[in-house]
Each structure stands twice: as structure tokens, then as C-alpha cells.
């Protein structure tokens, strides 16, 4: 299995269009983030897209990115479904319709705000919509996709909740604030663990990079990635500060397990 982080900034992306901070100034390749998303390609060849960020397009181009069979989408906040619509490119490409997971709770959000995709006018006569199949699962036990079975648990994230999931040694949590008990159960141990971390000043819907840090350590991750993180964090700066087995992560970050 290869796990590929295709994007590991907050909602803006780093830089921020027309921010002239050091960070959104700099030339360090670690400094330029895409909206956080990530791609699980199987040993089948059956590959996972985890959430469909605005950055889509130009992750997949980056990445050489050429199939998506199915998309895990943890919420439905923007910065998570709005490049939704270019998916339709894999659609091309393999001919077949997309597999899309959701909670009943992101699959509304996904629905409301692509009702052109999910509800098409009668005598529409543009180009190919995308070719999505929704399934709902229950935000906590485990679910299935492809061959990969995921452990699945919900995160808060002020009044969101969002799908965390841990497949084999790799867990991944996106914009949460606090681990829940049931979610630490479950990622005790792991060896791999993608969590969100935005920055060092307190935020009331994500963790701090210190919050992080404490949760990684309690639970005992052999590596954490933090992910999600803004224009205040400087790579070459923070990275060097952080404990031992920690690290910011970043876009293009790849493990092959």
C-alpha cells in the first residue's frame, strides 16, 4: 500500500493569496501547502481519494495522479468537497462511476452544495456531470472499500463532526479539537498517525501543534504527521523544534508500507 499526502495546508492554502508574510513569501517547497488531502492506493491498484479539496485538479497533476476508484470525504466543509466537480476527470479516463463514502451528516453537505450533480435538470445538454455513487456508513466500527477494511470514528470539530479512520499502521485525523475516548482506543499504538495540527495560537475547532503533540504521544504513534497547519507555521523554522518521531507534514509526503 502507498500513502500519499497530496495536500497538508488549512482552508486558505498556503501562501494565502496576497499575503506577503514570510511564510507566503518564501521559496522553501515545504512552505507551499494545498488544501489537506491525501491519496491510499492499494495493492490491487484500487486507489482512495480522501476528500476532494478546491486543490484537486492540480493535486492530481502533481502527483501524477491518473486513477481514483472511490473518495472517503470526512465532512463537508469546503476546503474537504469543493473540487468534487473534477472528479468527473477519472470518470473519462476509467469510464466508470465513482464510489463516494460519507457519514449521513457530510453526505448532506456534499448533496446540497452539488445538487446539479445529484439532482441534474431534465434536458441538461452540457458537459458530463460526474458519475458518483453515495454510500453511507456509520461514523464509528469499521468500513469497507476495495480490499482496504478502515476502522472509522468520529471527530469533533465545533458543530461538524468528521470521519477519522485508521487502515493497518496508518491513522488519519483531519480538523478536529480534542480526541475523543473511542477514537483513542482504536489508534493506540499505531505507527503512522496524520493529525491535524493548524498552528501554536489556540484555535476553537482545531488543535494547536502542542495539542497534537500531546495526543501523538499518548497514545504512543511510533511518527506523527501534523497536517492542516497555516501561514504562521515556517517549515524550516518549527520543523527542527518538534520532539523526536515528530514532524510537520507535507505536501508529496509518501509512505509505502
Known amino acids: 500500500m502507498r ?11 498556503v501562501p494565502i493569496a496576497g499575503c506577503q508574510c514570510a511564510v507566503c513569501t518564501s521559496k522553501h517547497p515545504r512552505n507551499f501547502r494545498n488544501r489537506t488531502a491525501a491519496l491510499i492506493e492499494l495493492p490491487s491498484g484500487f ?15 502533481a502527483h501524477r495522479v491518473t486513477r481514483v476508484d472511490a473518495v472517503l470525504y470526512t465532512h463537508g466543509h469546503a476546503d474537504h468537497i469543493l473540487g468534487t466537480d ?4 477519472f470518470n473519462f479516463l476509467s469510464r466508470s462511476r465513482i464510489l463516494c463514502y460519507g457519514t449521513s451528516e457530510t ?3 456534499l448533496k ?18 460526474p458519475q458518483l455513487d453515495l ?6 466500527g469499521e468500513l469497507q472499500i476495495g480490499e482496504a477494511l478502515l476502522k472509522v470514528f468520529s471527530l469533533p470539530h465545533g458543530n461538524v463532526n468528521v470521519t477519522g479512520f485508521r487502515l493497518g499502521e496508518v491513522a488519519y485525523l483531519t480538523d478536529f479539537k480534542g480526541l475523543p475516548t473511542e477514537a483513542e482506543a482504536v489508534l493506540r499504538g499505531v505507527k503512522h498517525l496524520f493529525i491535524d495540527g493548524i498552528r501554536f495560537e489556540p484555535h476553537p475547532t482545531h488543535n494547536t501543534i502542542d495539542e497534537a503533540v500531546e ?10 504527521y501534523i497536517i492542516h ?8 523554522e518549527v520543523n527542527p523544534t518538534l520532539p523526536k518521531g515528530i514532524e510537520l507534514g507535507y505536501d508529496g509526503l509518501t509512505l509505502t508500507l
Open 3 to 13: 500513502f500519499t499526502l497530496l495536500g497538508s495546508g488549512t482552508s486558505t492554502g
Open 47 to 61: 486507489t482512495i481519494l480522501v476528500d476532494a479539496g478546491p486543490d484537486l485538479r492540480h493535486q492530481c497533476i
Open 86 to 89: 473534477d472528479l468527473r476527470s
Open 107 to 109: 453526505l448532506s453537505s
Open 112 to 129: 446540497r452544495s452539488f445538487k446539479y450533480i445529484f439532482e441534474p435538470q431534465s434536458g441538461y445538454l452540457g458537459g458530463l456531470l
Open 135 to 140: 454510500h453511507e456508513f456509520e461514523p464509528h
Open 215 to 224: 495526543i501523538a504521544q499518548k497514545i504512543g504513534a511510533g511518527r506523527a
Open 229 to 236: 497547519t497555516t501561514h504562521s507555521v515556517d517549515y524550516e
